[in-house]
């Protein structure tokens, strides 16, 4: 049976449109001034993004990236919380320090990204081989788009990853441009899946705005890598309908291809799916229609009565007071083996659930 025979399509058509929906607002709020940054969707990553995080399970890890709104509505992050990061509440998961996807959330399973393109992969595998070493059938499943596959950071993960057989998963939101780059100027590979055989590991790619394409090929990784056979790779191939940014034009993007993607919409599709095969009916659209807006209007208004941080404490947060690396004496003062300069609290060994994990249960 396919991955996506499995998963409950209204749940994934309504958590498409509400992706899309509160992307549509951030940007009106943008146009007026009420978002302090800068404002950065990925309209048309939703089959993707949403599809990519269904099929897996509730105790999996994602490592997501700065476009996957989609990812972390599927993990259970809230409406509200997101609402409040764009507009730099304080309540937000960074209390208003950081306007952007950069959140994490351990109790959902989230990994918080590094702004650094390509630098979360090397993260993502660590935190897949820490669920091997402990034995978990736990999948962590990282996120990049076509230009942080050129990184080093991305080369080195997937050699580590296929080394160690980590059940690592990774998806590539090949959106065909990084910021206004086009993929023929940053490769000269028709598909960024063969990048997986120089690792030796499985890749595939796919349309990345059919959710059932999407579900299944990421079903399929993410099994291979359940079942102890180590990493696999998937290319969505999908596309950025807005700018990099609000900021962006995007007159870079020719308008015939344009065109064609906008008529490949993956909400559209599902939506046409659905309909044909009777199921989601005239009232059923309505609802999901009325329920969208009823959560996007409350977040709103949740972030717009949340008070902005107070200025006076804007360091606090950003640098830890009390790092986990402390340096023992001063420098050639207190010759030892590095190993055992670095404060024992991070040295403990794989087995050791922490207290942040007993905190979380099964993690
Ligand atoms: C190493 C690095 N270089 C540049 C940037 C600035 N930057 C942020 S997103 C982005 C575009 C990334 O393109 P891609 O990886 O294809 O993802 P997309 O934004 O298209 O989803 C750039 C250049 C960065 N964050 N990190």
């Known amino acids: 049976m396919a991955r996506s025979d499995r998963v409950d399509l209204l749940a994934v058509y309504y958590l498409m449109r509400l992706t899309r929906a509160m992307e549509d607002r951030t940007r009106t709020l943008f146009l007026q001034g009420r978002v302090v940054g800068g404002v950065y969707t990925a309209q048309g990553h939703?089959?993707?993004?949403?599809?990519?995080?269904?099929?897996?399970?509730?105790?999996?890890?994602?490592?997501?990236?700065?476009?996957?709104?989609?990812?972390?509505?599927?993990?259970?992050?809230?409406?509200?919380?997101?609402?409040?990061?764009?507009?730099?509440?304080?309540?937000?998961?960074?209390?208003?320090?950081?306007?952007?996807?950069?959140?994490?959330?351990?109790?959902?399973?989230?990994?918080?990204?590094?702004?650094?393109?390509?630098?979360?992969?090397?993260?993502?595998?660590?935190?897949?081989?820490?669920?091997?070493?402990?034995?978990?059938?736990?999948?962590?499943?990282?996120?990049?788009?076509?230009?942080?596959?050129?990184?080093?950071?991305?080369?080195?993960?997937?050699?580590?990853?296929?080394?160690?057989?980590?059940p690592l998963v990774l998806v590539i939101e090949n959106n065909g441009y990084a910021y206004s780059t086009p993929t023929y100027k940053q490769f000269a590979i028709q598909d960024l899946s063969e990048r997986a055989r120089a690792y030796g590991i499985p890749g595939e790619h796919v349309d990345g705005n059919d959710v059932f394409a999407v579900m299944d090929a990421v079903g399929r990784a993410v099994e291979h890598a359940r079942s102890g056979q180590g990493p696999a790779l998937v290319e969505c191939k999908t596309f950025r309908v807005r700018g990099h940014s609000e900021a962006d034009k995007a007159d870079y993007v020719p308008r015939e291809v344009r065109e064609e993607w906008l008529a490949k919409d993956p909400i559209q599709r599902l939506a046409t799916y659905l309909r044909v095969r009777h199921l989601l009916s005239d009232e059923q659209e309505s609802e999901i229609e009325a329920r969208v807006q009823a959560v996007v209007d409350d977040a709103v208004r949740f972030a717009e009565q949340s008070p902005a941080p107070d200025g006076a404490t804007v360091a606090e947060y950003v640098f830890a007071p009390d790092g986990p690396i402390a340096i023992v004496g001063e420098p050639g003062a207190n010759d030892q083996h590095y190993i055992n300069a670095i404060d024992t609290r991070v040295n403990q060994p794989f087995n050791t659930v922490s207290k942040a994990e007993e905190a979380v249960g099964r993690r």
């Open 46 to 166: 939703e089959a993707t993004t949403v599809g990519a995080a269904m099929v897996l399970d509730e105790g999996d890890y994602i490592v997501p990236q700065h476009r996957d709104l989609g990812m972390n509505l599927v993990r259970g992050v809230s409406p509200r919380a997101v609402m409040c990061q764009w507009l730099a509440r304080e309540n937000s998961p960074t209390l208003g320090r950081d306007g952007q996807l950069h959140i994490g959330d351990m109790h959902h399973g989230i990994v918080p990204m590094i702004s650094m393109l390509g630098e979360s992969l090397p993260v993502a595998c660590g935190v897949a081989l820490t669920m091997k070493m402990r034995k978990r059938s736990t999948v962590v499943l990282a996120s990049c788009g076509d230009g942080a596959t050129n990184t080093g950071a991305f080369h080195e993960a997937l050699n580590f990853a296929s080394v160690q057989k980590v």
